[in-house]
């Protein structure tokens, strides 16, 4: 079902044109954040609406769309993005990560890897990774400006100074192509590793804040880190208990008020892809009694 | 045993069915018309058409109605209808010395041309509830007099031929817009204005209030405060000449600052200005103080680090849809990254431990 009232996929023409825009000079320049005029979107700030228009702007009525938040697909405002385009724009939509052209996300890079001509478009809260270091917009553009990251550096080694180790575990600050260093949204740092020399184009989207930034595809993108204390990808030490994964990022779920817990893959597509391959984690055997 | 959030969908609809029937209430009660909010609830129609940005009497009662009398998120509905809407042309400047007044006060001035008129205002109501309201009935019509013919001149004029006040500088360039294009910083007085015209009543009084207590201090006196109608004219290009389409109910406010002088400029009285859609009177107060604050630096003032005075702290965080949302996206699903940060914390409290067994 389409909404006659809008135009494709929501957003005029004259505003897609905007966003690619800012699209292509975030391509050119990979990590640079680019100010575009954000629209107000029908859903709140701080919900996606930076994602949402990207994805508006990409999309054409041969894509598949998928919709992620926090890996899953359906996760309530993931089924709320979906649904937005299914009824502004018609277009097709898929859970499989394989299937799908355009893949909108928050908090997670898919676990299947990505492939050449699929877009990856990420829901970005605070597109500035100098932000709690340094509150000012006018400050932290002069500090990109200038190529002065030793602000994060010093807050890396306060870091390793207090806690032996660097303590973020996620939102972890890249730095692109060896100048810009860059957010990459809330992912957790498990994930950063996929950023990198991904043959994907990576999109950020900032609503709010009115900013894009990209990364084209096979981007050199370096977590931060130190010699002495290299940049350690991060997840639960457990295998999924549904499929049996051991290298895929994990959601722990409370089974009881005793302590009880298992852990299943974030990736709810790449989880169910590996159980219909016949995959068996600790506690299929109960799910396939009932 | 594995129940995740499955069946978002359903869940999603079902919520959405049961907020249409509690916004609905009580069906003994008879149902409100978008009409009787435009009319009776006329100043939550004036805030939301104010911070909306769009002036629409009927949608923003509708807005009201459909947001249960949130009034944040009757705004938030309107600037999402407002994004859609195309441009179809700019307006000749309004000329609100033409104001058909309804209400017009000076605070500097015992009286003046175009006179002091109180209009409908709660100034000086005793604030005691009114129990006949309770009761349904007929307001008895109140009084009536000739209108005063002949315009309302600007107080700030009289000053102004005095040169007591700064001489604000016609300018006919176009502003900049903020919703067409992204703000940067540092920005430009017309910018500042739209940003605070349209900023949450709560924040920029809050601003306000906080110059007056010395946080930014900057003596404001109300010069004027007007409301009334004023005429919309737009340049027909095959006209060749410029046609009202729409009169706009607005309050306008202009304060009086003492000043001091500084480096750069003598000892002369100095201006804040606020203007505002519908009768917003404190609002427009609010603004013209916000505003005569953010104007330290073409003064040659010192910059105190009030928060008032922080362009950047003023305008990235008046505007309620921006803050509303993100404020409240925290209630969205994170538990990705809170499992990444348990592992975290379960690791530097075994490291912890480990290291304070081996001390002991």
Same mark, same amino acid.
């Given at each position: ?7 494709? *996929?929501?957003? =005029? ?8 825009? *800012? ?34 702007? &990409? ?38 990560? *394989? ?143 549904? &499929? ?6 994990? =959601? ?18 790449? &989880?169910?892809?590996?159980?219909? =391959? ?13 | 045993?594995?129940?995740? /959030? ?77 994004? @859609? ?10 000329? @609100? ?6 209400? $017009? ?38 009084? @009536? ?46 910018? $500042? ?19 007056? $207590? ?121 538990? /990705? ?24």
């Amino acid at each position: 079902m389409t909404d006659q009232a809008y135009n494709f *996929a929501y957003l =005029d023409e004259q505003t897609k044109r905007m966003i690619r825009r *800012a699209i292509l000079k975030g391509i050119a320049v990979p990590g640079y954040q680019v100010p575009f005029a954000s629209r107000e979107m029908p859903m709140p700030y701080g919900w996606g609406t930076g994602g949402v228009q990207v994805t508006s702007a &990409c999309l054409v009525p041969e894509d598949r769309l998928k919709v992620i938040d926090q890996g899953a697909d359906d996760t309530t405002n993931a089924v709320s993005i979906r649904k937005f385009f299914q009824r502004t724009a018609g277009v097709a939509v898929t859970e499989a990560t *394989a299937e799908a052209t355009v893949i909108q996300t928050r908090h997670r890079i898919p676990e299947t890897p990505l492939h050449e001509g699929q877009i990856l478009v990420y829901q970005v809260p605070i597109p500035e990774p100098l932000r709690f270091l340094e509150p000012r917009e006018t400050e932290t553009r002069k500090m990109h400006e200038l190529e002065e990251y030793g602000l994060m550096h010093v807050k890396l080694y306060e870091d390793i100074a207090r806690h032996g180790t660097i303590a973020t575990s996620y939102a972890y600050p890249v730095k692109v192509e060896g100048r810009y260093v860059m957010d990459p949204s809330p992912i957790p740092k498990f994930d950063n590793p996929k950023l990198g020399q991904n043959p994907a184009i990576q999109l950020f989207g900032a609503g709010r804040e009115q900013r894009i930034y990209a990364l084209p595809p096979f981007t050199e993108v370096v977590s931060l880190d130190f010699d002495d204390h290299p940049f350690e990808p991060s997840k639960a030490p457990h295998d999924c208990d549904l &499929c049996g994964a051991r290298d895929s990022y994990l =959601d722990e779920v409370i089974t009881d008020d005793r302590g009880g817990r298992m852990f299943v893959c974030s990736d709810t597509d790449f &989880c169910a892809g590996r159980q219909a =391959d016949g995959h068996r984690g600790r506690l299929s055997a109960v799910e396939a009694v009932q | 045993m594995y129940v995740a /959030v499955k069946g978002g969908e359903r869940a999603i609809d079902n919520a959405h069915a049961w907020l249409a029937e509690e916004r609905r209430g009580d069906c003994s009660v008879p149902e409100l018309s978008v009409a009787q909010i435009r009319e009776q609830m006329k100043l939550a129609v004036n805030r939301v058409m104010a911070e909306g940005s769009l002036y629409d009497p009927d949608l923003a009662a509708l807005a009201i109605k459909q947001a249960r009398g949130d009034l944040i998120e009757a705004v938030f509905l309107m600037r999402a209808y407002r994004t @859609t809407l195309p441009r179809l042309a700019g307006s000749v400047a309004i000329e @609100t010395g033409s104001m058909a007044v309804v209400r $017009r006060i000076s605070a500097t001035y015992k009286d003046l041309p175009g006179g002091q008129i109180l209009g409908p205002t709660f100034d000086y109501t005793h604030r005691l509830l009114d129990f006949a309201l309770a009761a349904e009935g007929d307001v008895p019509a109140a009084p @009536t007099a000739p209108a005063t013919p002949g315009p309302v001149p600007h107080v700030t004029g009289f000053l102004n031929r005095e040169g007591l006040i700064e001489d604000t500088q016609r300018c006919d360039t176009t502003p900049p817009d903020l919703t067409r294009e992204p703000m940067e910083l540092p920005t430009v007085r017309p910018l $500042r204005l739209q940003a605070l015209t349209r900023g949450d009543e709560g924040f920029v009084l809050g601003l306000a209030y906080s110059t007056q $207590r010395g946080y930014g201090r900057t003596h404001a006196f109300v010069g004027e405060l007007r409301i009334g109608w004023v005429g919309v004219e737009v340049e027909i290009p095959e006209l060749g000449f410029a046609v009202e389409i729409a009169e706009i109910e607005l309050t306008e406010c202009e304060t009086v600052n003492q000043f001091k002088g500084s480096k750069t400029e003598p000892p002369q009285f100095t201006r804040g200005y606020g203007l505002v859609f519908g009768q917003s009177e404190r609002k427009a107060i609010s603004m013209s103080l916000v505003d005569r604050a953010l104007r330290w630096r073409e003064l040659g003032e010192d910059n105190s680090g009030a928060p008032a005075q922080d362009e950047e702290f003023v305008l990235m965080h008046c505007d309620n849809i921006q803050a509303t949302g993100f404020l409240e996206h925290i209630k969205l699903p994170h538990y /990705v990254d809170f499992q990444s940060e348990l592992e975290l914390v379960r690791r530097l409290r075994s490291e912890a431990i480990v290291l304070t067994e081996a001390a002991e």
